[in-house]
């Protein structure tokens, strides 16, 4: 847990604002991801990262964005944040050449 | 389309009872199954299965693998009000992108 912090925690905000989340890491791990968390349907994946600047799509990423500039900072963007965006985000990390995925304390949004 | 399936989605139970939590698969490359335990936060590591018929275990928590069948079970033995949380199954089934597919998830409920 002390490895990946998240901010913010809490955010509420209105239809069509654009929205940043930041995920930060301390352990020099070359995967971060983004999901989401939605009551029935576990984790599902917005994006994910294998490298600074090296970014591909998950299952869920219609309306979402990412950059990585740096090793230890993952961003997840809304553009134009939509009722449906409400949820939690998590971000995660993994060494290369692993499965284990460690997870950061979420991020709940809520779009009104 | 990759699918994870976890059942039941809920269950509740007293103490002292054994559980079997189940998770089916359904992906064109597999590589890996693990599950995640999450409490009133992030999900945090429980196993990883790779190998068919080979128990991992840890303390009153034993997990198996079928690729045959294509499922695994996640047993708890003499559950505690402490193993109250979500349980998480996901497939890892992209090749050295740790991207993993997971499951709805099955919410436990230890009552004393």
Not at chain 1, 9 to 21: D, Y
Not at chain 1, 36 to 51: A, T, V
Not at chain 1, 87 to 107: D, K, L, N, R
Not at chain 2, 9 to 21: F, K
Request: charged share 20%; with cysteine; glycine share 8%.
């Amino acid at each position: 847990d002390a490895g990946i912090t998240q901010s913010p925690r809490h955010k509420v905000t209105e239809t069509g604002t654009p929205v940043t989340l930041r995920c930060h890491q301390t352990e020099n791990h070359r995967y971060m991801y983004w999901y989401r968390q939605d009551p029935g349907h576990g984790l599902r994946l917005i994006h994910y990262s294998y490298g600074v600047k090296d970014t591909d799509k998950g299952e869920v990423s219609d309306g979402y964005s990412v950059s990585r500039s740096k090793t230890e900072d993952f961003l997840l963007t809304l553009e134009s944040a939509t009722s449906s965006q409400t949820s939690v985000y998590f971000c995660a990390i993994s060494p290369a050449g692993t499965y284990e995925q460690y997870f950061g304390p979420g991020t709940r949004l809520t779009v009104t | 389309e990759d699918k994870v399936v976890q059942s039941p989605l809920s269950l509740v139970v007293h103490e002292g009872d054994t559980v079997t939590l189940n998770c089916s698969y359904e992906v064109t490359n597999f590589r890996s199954l693990l599950w995640y335990k999450q409490e009133k936060k992030a999900p945090t590591f429980l196993f990883m299965l790779t190998s068919s018929g080979i128990e991992k275990k840890s303390g009153r928590l034993s997990s198996i693998l079928d690729k045959k069948e294509l499922f695994s079970i996640l047993n708890i033995t003499a559950t505690q009000t402490g193993d109250s949380a979500i349980y998480l199954c996901a497939v890892e089934a992209a090749k050295d992108t740790g991207k993993l597919i997971f499951g709805q998830g099955t919410t436990l409920q230890v009552k004393p």
